[in-house]
């Protein structure tokens, strides 16, 4: 397993913008798929976007496609979340997680996730 620690989140009025970033421990990082989940209060945690282990694949949930982004530094051992046009329904908090698979989308393939770090879109 890897550890993760999330940072970046913080308060932004809709319209705007917020890059989360994602550290992790290891040597093995570029083995794994890291994914970015989120959760609202009441609500399940829910799938934001994955990249794969050598970033060549991206997927995203069609609430954010287009509008968030997704890369990975393998040398940094770092995943980031670029979230542009924030909305208030993208306020949560946000999760990386780590998948020792492809790219998946699968909340339970995640073996490793971070504490999460809040997002809030003010309207």
């Known amino acids: 397993q890897v550890q993760l620690v999330e940072s970046g989140g913080g308060l932004v009025q809709a319209g705007g913008s917020l890059r989360l970033s994602c550290a992790a421990s290891?040597?093995?990082?570029?083995?794994?798929?890291m994914g970015w989940f989120r959760q609202a209060p009441g609500k399940e945690r829910e799938f934001v976007g994955v990249?794969?282990?050598?970033?060549?694949?991206?997927r995203y949930a069609d609430s954010v496609k287009g509008r968030f982004t997704i890369s990975r530094d393998n040398a940094k051992n770092t995943v980031y979340l670029q979230m542009n046009s924030l909305k208030p329904e993208d306020t949560a908090v946000y999760y990386c997680?780590?998948?020792?698979?492809?790219?998946?989308?699968?909340?339970?393939?995640?073996?490793?996730w971070g504490q999460g770090t809040q997002v809030t879109v003010s309207s």
């Open positions: 990249i794969s282990g050598a970033g060549s694949i991206t």
């Open positions: 997680a780590a998948a020792r698979s492809r790219a998946t989308m699968a909340k339970a393939d995640f073996g490793s």
């Open positions: 290891g040597r093995t990082f570029d083995r794994y798929a």
